[in-house]
């Protein structure tokens, strides 16, 4: 038996089903041996592996796949996962077309209906617009907002991809707010964030994604009021924290300052955190601007 569960094992990438050990000519009795004698330790029900193996999160989906069978895929958190728009979750999402499957404490498993299968890094997944809709039961919208809108910003998914997996009644209202920010050209969740902020208050909604010709070539502004030359910036650590980006950030903004124009900048921790402040300052920028661009508006005391 030796050979065949190494062999099993190592095309396996270190985990073997019962199924797979018995066509390969290891009776019952025989697997329970295996087990019985530490040979081999049960990883899930039907999932088996040599004592003292260790699995990354990638590991813990093959493994899940594996026990849920060739129809299973990743599904909510860890198919957004997988897609790369959201971090890992100690709990492996799967879905399986059909009612009646039994999940446990580290693998929770939903009832499939007719959607889309994709293969990413050799894992079937559900989409990244169906994922979102699902895990939009479980998460708060800010939470959604980033992987919505970093998978739009790449390609994965369109506004209408979020219109349409807001079929489900319990998720219709988070998932049309989110094609309404992807559709306005929002792609990050702090500029979503941003833009729905202004657009429910009465200030007025900026452009988002707005280029504008600059003596160093073209700048994309986050967000941009035509009518009072006024831009703004919603900074997030992940893309604005190295030496390099330090020094981009602010050649762009000399860059925008030269033409005339006004550069607001606001951390997203502050957009997502301090909505009142972010909605006070820029209102107090906007009724500046517009008093300089009335008449000029001296700060001198006198």
């Not at 650590?237 to 020094?247: C, G, I, L, Q, Y």
Request: charged share 25%; hydrophobic share 45%.
């Amino acid at each position: 038996m030796r050979a065949e569960l190494l062999h099993l094992l190592e095309v396996g990438s270190g985990l073997v089903t019962r199924e797979q050990l018995r066509a390969a000519g290891v009776d019952r009795r025989g697997i329970w041996r295996a087990i019985k004698r530490g040979e081999l330790i049960c990883v899930h029900p039907k999932v088996l592996a040599l004592p003292g193996s260790t699995f990354d999160v990638w590991g813990r989906y093959r493994a899940a796949l594996l026990q849920m069978g060739p129809d299973a895929a990743l599904t909510h958190v860890s198919a957004l996962h997988a897609w790369g728009l959201y971090e890992e979750s100690p709990i492996t999402h799967v879905s399986v077309p059909r009612a009646g499957v039994v999940g446990y404490s580290s693998v929770r498993v939903h009832c499939r209906g007719a959607q889309e299968i994709h293969t990413v890094a050799g894992f079937p997944v559900q989409t990244p617009a169906d994922a979102l809709a699902l895990a939009a039961a479980d998460l708060d919208l800010d939470e959604l907002r980033f992987p919505a809108m970093e998978a739009n910003r790449r390609g994965l998914l369109t506004p209408r991809n979020l219109e349409d997996a807001s079929r489900w009644d319990r998720v219709r209202t988070p998932m049309l707010l989110l094609a309404e920010e992807a559709a306005a050209g929002a792609e990050s969740g702090g500029e979503a964030k941003f833009w729905r902020l202004i657009k429910e208050s009465p200030l007025p909604t900026p452009v988002l994604q707005q280029e504008v010709m600059t003596a160093h070539g073209l700048k994309r502004l986050d967000g941009y009021w035509p009518d009072l030359g006024l831009g703004v910036e919603i900074d997030g650590r992940e893309f604005h924290n190295t030496a390099d980006a330090f020094v981009s950030d602010r050649v762009k903004q000399n860059a925008v300052h030269g033409l005339g124009l006004v550069l607001m900048r606001y951390a997203v921790s502050q957009v997502m955190n301090e909505e009142q402040y972010v909605l006070t300052e820029t209102e107090t920028i906007i009724v500046a601007r517009r008093a300089v661009l009335c008449g000029y508006v001296s700060h001198f005391p006198k």
